[in-house]
């Protein structure tokens, strides 16, 4: 049973680029969320997606965004990066109508931005 | 929305002894609480969970209590050893979405 995977492990852009990164959810679950760890901090929630629709959204701007695909898996986009965006950017999946809705976190994709 | 506090930042303790850490939430429509383990370089792992209408949960050495009057919630790692060293995130959510809102982490170092 395949856990929730991440694509890629590292990345190093430059201010004014655009980014994407990728998730697989854990076998049978139908939810992803998306999350940003500064050093030194928790994940900060930035958006959840299901049924290929954006659920809910944290306090992120909109050079943020997302899609979800027909098989769940999950892309995050950020627009004109800046230096403030370099972070660990977690996923994670959960089944929807779970009592707890456990989250089950990726391991995570380095966004360093120069 | 939801705030949640954590402490202490850091924590050093010889192995065998007890660690807590304590948080706090502001939201009372929180009713999911769930701590999550980091080991250095490594994914959130959920370690153990607490519903609102349960005061006291344990899983073997680890037990998390809450108390919904003052908005309070701790873990309780009991015969701490080396590998307990990690950083622990609590969390807490509301809602039928539970989107945890994390605490900023505590660092445990455990001394052997």
């Known amino acids: 049973d395949a856990g929730v995977t991440q694509s890629p492990t590292h990345l190093i852009k430059t201010r004014g680029q655009q980014v994407t990164l990728r998730c697989s959810p854990k076998s049978g679950h139908d939810t992803v969320s998306w999350y940003q760890q500064a050093l030194g901090q928790g994940p900060q929630f930035i958006f959840q997606?299901?049924?290929?629709?954006?659920?809910q959204r944290g306090n992120f701007p909109d050079r943020f965004s997302g899609h979800q695909f027909p098989n769940y898996s999950s892309e995050l986009n950020v627009n004109a990066l800046l230096l403030g965006d370099s972070a660990l950017y977690l996923c994670?999946?959960?089944?929807?109508?779970?009592?707890?809705?456990?989250?089950?976190f990726g391991p995570g994709t380095r966004l360093t931005v120069l | 929305g939801e705030n949640v506090e954590q402490h202490p930042s850091t924590l050093s303790v010889q192995e065998g002894d007890s660690a807590v850490i304590k948080c706090t939430y502001s939201?009372?429509?929180?009713?999911?609480f769930p701590w999550y383990k980091q080991e250095l370089g490594k994914r959130p792992q959920l370690i153990i969970d607490?519903?609102?209408?349960?005061g006291e949960k344990k899983d073997q050495r680890i037990a998390v209590t809450l108390n919904k009057t003052a908005k309070h919630f701790s873990l309780h790692i009991t015969e701490t050893q080396p590998e307990d060293s990690a950083v622990y995130f609590c969390?807490?959510?509301?809602?039928?979405?539970?989107?945890?809102?994390f605490g900023r982490g505590t660092s445990l170092i455990v001394h052997p």
């Open positions: 994670a999946s959960s089944l929807v109508g779970r009592q707890n809705n456990e989250q089950f």
């Open positions: 969390a807490g959510s509301a809602g039928g979405s539970y989107i945890p809102t």
């Open positions: 939201d009372s429509a929180s009713n999911y």
């Open positions: 607490i519903r609102s209408n349960v």
């Open positions: 997606y299901y049924e290929e629709e954006e659920r």
